[in-house]
């Protein structure tokens, strides 16, 4: 397989193929809830069973998926079960932060045969790519016939990313600017390449194996060194216009406030970021050396480095909440996951979230919208990222 095999704007997509509801969901819902029966996977997306009959000939034919014969449970005949045929391909699905980059080879129903990591000394997008590409190379030399077998590579950035164009519009977390991340790695990998806003890689694979599988209607929020948001609306990934929905990190709370990693002050990221904490704590004259440090501090410190590290953490809470009950306002959400590095200090600012979060609520906002919080590891940002170039593969595939 060659990056000539890149799908490219003018075909169709396979989220466009069929309307309103797609193979692309009846795949993901295979993949997630199978074996299903076409009467279940039917019930699952509101549809009625002969368009799902009508839908599935050209996933079976390509044998994406697979039609299987079960025994019956009383009287009548076998019922088919339909799932996903994990062996047709393996994909790479690949994450870039500031201080590493992250990887995974999956089969076609996204479980992760091989993982690997690589820190990064600067995060420049030569030394980026390079080391994506570095990444891909060597778990693909680990996977058996993968030449034959590897559909493409999906990576995950942080910021303004354009899918389309695959490119990183502007990252202010990775300080890049118009960079494009498709091309670089078509041409030293060879794959097809699909980019996104690693949150929206989140999103995916929340959706298909985590606490977004019950609700068509949430919003991942990532806290840590940036405050991160991917959105689905109505069981699909909202991207807006050119890619730029989501950026609640840089929502405008203070005029007056710090001044945020974008060059503009009271993003809701410079009040509710590590950052934020940290720049809390120096105030009240503690030095720490890092994040982690200021929560070690707040949990199990004494005196008044104690105290101030608790009350850095309950700002930083406070200001998020305001920023979540802003989201429920605008998109009466169903639920919100709290996920990224910063979630394990959930105990920290989590009680003051929720209280900003029900104050500035609008009407039954606050109470529609279940909050959970996921601390995930890197595999699963680099796994959503192998679920989106399964989803764009198998439609150019079909397309």
């Not at 819902?29 to 050209?58: E, K, W």
């Not at 503009?264 to 410079?270: D, K, P, Y």
């Amino acid at each position: 397989m060659t990056a000539d095999c890149v799908m490219t704007p003018s075909k169709i997509r396979f989220s466009e193929l069929v309307g309103e509801r797609t193979r692309a969901e009846i795949f993901a819902t295979v993949l997630t809830a199978g074996p299903i029966s076409r009467t279940q996977l039917a019930q699952r997306l509101g549809l009625v069973p002969s368009s799902v009959t009508r839908m599935l000939p050209p996933l079976l034919e390509h044998d994406y998926l697979r039609e299987l014969d079960t025994a019956p449970t009383g009287r009548g005949r076998p019922q088919k079960m339909l799932q996903v045929n994990p062996d047709k391909h393996i994909v790479v699905g690949a994450k870039i932060g500031p201080a590493q980059v992250s990887a995974v080879v999956t089969d076609m129903a996204a479980g992760v045969l091989a993982r690997a990591e690589e820190p990064i000394g600067d995060c420049t997008p030569e030394t980026a790519l390079t080391a994506v590409a570095d990444l891909t190379r060597r778990l693909l030399a680990e996977a058996p016939q993968a030449a034959d077998r590897v559909l493409g590579l999906g990576v995950g950035v942080s910021g303004h990313v354009d899918p389309g164009a695959g490119m990183c519009r502007y990252s202010a977390l990775l300080d890049w600017n118009k960079v494009d991340v498709a091309g670089p790695l078509r041409e030293a990998t060879g794959l097809p390449v699909v980019v996104n806003n690693d949150v929206n890689t989140l999103v995916v694979a929340e959706r298909w194996f985590g606490q977004g599988r019950d609700v068509d209607c949430f919003a991942v929020v990532t806290v840590g060194p940036g405050i991160g948001c991917g959105l689905l609306l109505d069981g699909a990934l909202f991207s807006g216009a050119t890619g730029l929905a989501g950026e609640l990190g840089h929502l405008p709370l203070d005029p007056a406030g710090p001044m945020c990693s974008c060059g503009r002050r009271g993003c809701l990221e410079a009040l509710a970021g590590d950052r934020a904490v940290l720049r809390h704590l120096q105030d009240a004259g503690v030095d720490c050396a890092g994040i982690g440090e200021a929560i070690e501090l707040a949990r199990s410190g004494t005196g008044s480095a104690c105290t101030a590290a608790r009350s850095a953490f309950t700002e930083a809470g406070t200001a998020l909440g305001r920023g979540l009950a802003g989201l429920c306002n605008l998109l009466n959400l169903q639920k919100i996951i709290i996920a990224g590095e910063g979630a394990v200090a959930h105990d920290l600012f989590g009680p003051a979230m929720t209280r900003a979060m029900q104050a500035h609520a609008f009407s039954t906002a606050a109470q529609d919208c279940d909050v959970r919080v996921d601390p995930v590891q890197h595999d699963l940002w680099a796994r959503g990222a192998a679920c989106l170039m399964i989803q764009d593969a198998v439609g150019a595939a079909l397309s």
